[in-house]
């Protein structure tokens, strides 16, 4: 599963960590796989819901009666806006 960045999930390098069972090493795997999956569903939840505010702030500007190239100027520059993407995995630098 990948997010729109581009990021997979990786898998758990077990020759880091000798002696591991094969059931220690695929309960790793399996929780790495889930935190992996909770952290693309929650960049893009963030993502749907950031346009999704923007719209709504565009909305109370214009019932507020500002001018609509403010409404667009700021809508522009909320959009420009990126949030600090999520890339790699647990252990890893950003």
Known sequence: ?????GVSPRNFNSISVPGLSDEARQAINEA??????????TANNNERNSEQLIEKLAAAA?????PEQIVDATRA???SIKPYPCQGSLGEPR
């Open 1 to 5: 599963m990948q997010n729109k960045s």
């Open 32 to 41: 790495f796989d889930a935190m992996s999956a909770w952290r693309i569903e």
């Open 62 to 66: 214009r019932t507020l009666g500002w």
């Open 77 to 79: 520059q909320l959009q």
